[in-house]
């Protein structure tokens, strides 16, 4: 059974911080390349960040340079380290896998994540 789960989420004052954790299961972690998104009501879900099995990281331009997506392989879980967190960052996060080899995807349930005063 594939499941990944999202931890992390909650209300935060702007200027603030918080990391999201996805935890993953029934997969070759290795194999994945793991990312984040994040949907709001009215918008279609949009394209965090990524991150392959090597390391290697790419961010949208909306939170590059305030976000940092990681990932512990041994962990088999992938973080999103979110600062300087803005009201329009306000919006339900979503863990992806994606093997590379077929692009076969899997997703999470989703965590709320809140920015306001």
């Known amino acids: 059974q594939v499941q990944l789960v999202e931890s992390g989420g909650g209300l935060v004052q702007p200027g603030g911080s918080l990391r999201l954790s996805c935890a993953a299961s029934?997969?070759?972690?290795?194999?994945?390349?793991m990312g984040w998104y994040r949907q709001v009501p009215g918008k279609q879900r949009e394209l965090v960040a990524t991150?392959?099995?090597?390391?290697?990281?790419n961010h949208a331009d909306s939170v590059k340079g305030r976000f940092t997506i990681s990932r512990d392989n041994a962990k088999n879980t992938v973080y999103l380290q979110m600062n300087s967190l803005k009201p329009e960052d306000t919006a339900v996060y979503y863990c992806n896998a994606q093997k590379v080899t077929n692009s076969i995807r899997y997703w999470g349930k989703g965590t709320l994540v809140t920015v306001s005063s």
């Open positions: 029934g997969i070759t972690f290795s194999l994945y390349t």
């Open positions: 991150i392959t099995s090597g390391g290697s990281a």
